[in-house]
């Protein structure tokens, strides 16, 4: 009998589970039932699990190939899908402080990231989360329409040129509207952090339409808010939603580790 229990935090997007001891190893029941949470809920979140880098990316395995990162450095040879998500009293930026979806500009964007928070400032730090399909469904059936067909541009300069612009980042196309590959639910996919413009319309009318469509993905109505504790573990679908870590606490050290899935294929 499954010991894993599923708490949902909002109606539309967020759950707890409890009853998992992630540093023992996890049945194929189990795990499938972690995976039927998250495509349920988009994003879930664990609880005290003190768990090395090498059991955060053997988790993340049993869920299907690892992403390289393509705009940061990976952690080190021995763990180069791991990356370092760290902020102090010398950062000048964060990871991930706009609403974005990961890595929306490469060709195959990872299909989910699982974050562990093991450092963490006295107060703040959180991470919002949006639900894209909440998004899509509250659209008007003529702005559903009119959204159908359209393609945008995925510029990974947007969100890493602060890392240097001699360095070359992945470009991509995606749909303005997607169908989710596992659901089957349709979700909007252009977020700040990534998305320069339609392919399909003008400059200004592109500018315009990305402008509505940034302010109404991220409506409230469509969020859960994590308030993370040490050791806490946040799996989220990339393909469904978007997320913003919010930076309030300069100079507090936040730090914590993330590996990505690009290939999903539960073993």
């Given at each position: 009998?499954?010991?894993?229990?599923?708490?949902?935090?909002?109606?539309?997007?967020?759950?707890?589970?409890?009853?998992?001891?992630?540093?023992?190893?996890?049945?194929?029941?189990?795990?499938?039932?972690?995976?039927?949470?998250?495509?349920?809920?988009?994003?879930?979140?664990?609880?005290?699990?003190?768990?090395?880098?090498?059991?955060?990316?053997?988790?993340?395995?049993?869920?299907?190939?690892?992403?390289?990162?393509?705009?940061?450095?990976?952690?080190?040879?021995?763990?180069?899908?791991?990356?370092?998500?760290?902020?102090?009293?010398d950062?000048?930026?964060?990871?991930?402080?706009?609403?974005?979806?990961?890595?929306?500009c490469?060709?195959?964007?990872p299909?989910?990231?699982i974050?562990h928070?093991?450092?963490?400032?006295p107060?703040?730090?959180?991470?919002?989360?949006?639900?894209?399909?909440?998004?899509y469904?509250?659209?008007?059936?003529?702005?559903?329409?009119?959204?159908?067909?359209?393609?945008?541009?995925?510029?990974?300069v947007?969100?890493?040129?602060?890392?240097?612009?001699?360095?070359?980042?992945?470009?991509?196309?995606?749909?303005?509207?997607?169908?989710?590959?596992?659901?089957?639910r349709?979700?909007i996919?252009?977020?700040?952090?990534?998305?320069?413009?339609?392919n399909?319309?003008?400059?200004?009318?592109?500018?315009?339409v990305?402008?509505?469509?940034?302010?109404?993905?991220?409506?409230?109505?469509?969020?859960?808010?994590?308030?993370?504790r040490?050791?806490?573990?946040?799996?989220?679908?990339?393909?469904?939603?978007?997320?913003i870590?919010?930076?309030?606490?300069?100079p507090?050290?936040?730090?914590?580790?993330?590996?990505?899935?690009?290939?999903?294929?539960?073993?």
């Open positions: 009998m499954s010991t894993i229990t599923i708490s949902p935090l909002t109606a539309r997007i967020g759950a707890e589970i409890d009853g998992v001891d992630l540093r023992a190893p996890l049945s194929d029941p189990q795990i499938h039932e972690i995976h039927h949470a998250l495509i349920e809920h988009q994003v879930i979140f664990f609880r005290d699990q003190p768990i090395d880098i090498a059991t955060q990316v053997a988790f993340g395995r049993r869920f299907g190939t690892l992403h390289l990162h393509t705009g940061v450095p990976g952690l080190s040879e021995e763990f180069p899908e791991v990356t370092r998500i760290h902020a102090d009293a950062s000048t930026g964060i990871n991930g402080e706009e609403w974005h979806s990961d890595l929306s490469d060709v195959v964007p299909m989910g990231s974050l928070i093991h450092t963490l400032p107060a703040g730090g959180d991470t919002i989360f949006a639900s894209m399909y909440a998004a469904e509250a659209l008007s059936p003529n702005m559903r329409h009119y959204l159908e067909g359209l393609t945008a541009t995925h510029d990974g947007l969100a890493f040129g602060k890392y240097g612009r001699d360095k070359k980042y992945p470009v991509s196309s995606h749909p303005v509207i997607k169908t989710h590959p596992v659901s089957g349709k979700v996919y252009v977020n700040r952090g990534f998305t320069s413009h339609i399909e319309l003008p400059r200004d009318e592109s500018s315009a990305l402008s509505y469509l940034f302010a109404h993905a991220t409506k409230p109505e469509f969020q859960v808010r994590f308030r993370w040490k050791h806490s573990i946040a799996f989220w679908d990339n393909r469904c939603t978007q997320h870590a919010i930076w309030d606490y300069f507090h050290v936040r730090s914590g580790y993330r590996v990505q899935i690009d290939t999903e294929g539960l073993n």
